[in-house]
C-alpha cells in the first residue's frame, strides 16, 4: 500500500536534546511538507521542500532543521533552539507542488519535551 | 487581517440527521479551498475540493458550497453515522503568500446512535 509514514509515534526527549523525526513516503511525490499541530491552533507549516535537494522555510522554522536528499524521505530535525518543541508534528506530501491536489498525510509523530 | 474560522463549538447530531459544518474567512481570495477529516492521534485526510469558480461539489454522501460572495464554504454530512465522529478541517489556498495553505482550527462532530 502506498502511504507515508512517520516514526516514531510517540517521542520523549530531555530539555537541550536535538530530536530527528522520521518520514517517508512510496507515493513517489514530488512536495513534502511538515506541520506542527498544537491545541487551539491551526496546522502551522514548518518546512516545505517541493524537489530533492531543495526545501523552503515555513512559517515558523525557528528551531527546526531539514534535509531531502532522497525523494523518498524528508526528516525533521527539532533542535535545543526550538523554545516550544513539544507538540504533535504531521508530515505530509502531495502529487504536484499547487494547492488544486489534495494533501496525503502521515499519522504523526507526539514529541514531548521535559 | 486574515482570518479563517471554522465552528469553535462542538457539534452533536442524531445519526441519521445531517451535519453541517461552516468555514468562514475574510481577507483572502482562496482559488480552492480543502476539507480533511482528523480522528484523535492521526493525521487528517482529504475529503473534498473546491475551486472558486464551482459552487457545489459532492462525493457520496458528503457535499460541499463555496460562496465566494459570502467568503463561507459548508460542508454537509447527509444521513450522518457514528462512524462519522471527528474533527473535520477547512484549509484553504491563500493565493496572495506563495500560495500556502492556511487552516482553520476544526469542528469536532460527534454522532449520536
Known amino acids: 500500500d502506498g502511504g507515508i509514514t512517520q516514526s516514531p509515534k510517540y517521542l520523549f526527549r530531555k530539555e537541550g536534546q536535538n530530536v530527528t523525526l522520521s518520514c517517508e513516503q512510496n507515493l513517489n511525490h514530488d512536495a513534502m511538507y511538515w506541520y506542527r499541530q498544537d491545541p487551539g491552533q491551526g496546522l502551522r507549516l514548518i518546512y516545505y521542500?517541493?524537489?530533492?535537494?531543495?526545501?523552503q522555510k515555513g512559517d515558523i522554522a525557528e528551531g527546526y532543521s531539514v534535509s531531502r536528499e532522497k525523494k523518498e524521505s524528508f526528516p525533521l530535525t527539532v533542535t535545543s533552539a526550538q523554545k516550544n518543541p513539544t507538540a504533535f508534528y504531521l508530515c505530509?506530501?502531495?502529487?504536484?507542488?499547487?494547492?488544486?491536489?489534495?494533501?496525503?498525510f502521515g499519522n504523526g509523530t507526539r514529541l514531548t519535551v521535559t | 487581517s486574515q482570518k479563517i474560522e471554522q465552528n469553535s463549538e462542538a457539534l452533536n447530531i442524531q445519526e441519521g440527521k445531517t451535519a453541517t459544518l461552516t468555514c468562514n474567512y475574510t481577507n483572502y481570495s482562496p482559488a480552492y479551498l480543502q476539507w480533511y477529516r482528523q480522528d484523535p492521534g492521526r493525521g487528517p485526510v482529504f475529503l473534498l475540493l473546491?475551486?472558486?469558480n464551482e459552487k457545489e461539489k459532492r462525493k457520496e454522501r458528503l457535499k460541499v458550497t463555496f460562496d465566494t460572495t459570502l467568503k463561507q464554504s459548508l460542508f454537509h454530512i447527509t444521513a450522518s453515522q457514528p462512524a462519522d465522529s471527528a474533527t473535520y478541517l477547512c484549509a484553504l489556498d491563500n493565493a496572495g503568500n506563495n500560495r500556502k495553505l492556511i487552516w482553520g482550527l476544526g469542528t469536532s462532530l460527534a454522532v449520536n446512535p
Open positions: 521542500s517541493q524537489i530533492v535537494n531543495d526545501f
Open positions: 505530509a506530501s502531495r502529487s504536484g507542488t499547487g494547492n488544486n491536489s489534495p494533501l496525503h
Open positions: 473546491i475551486r472558486e
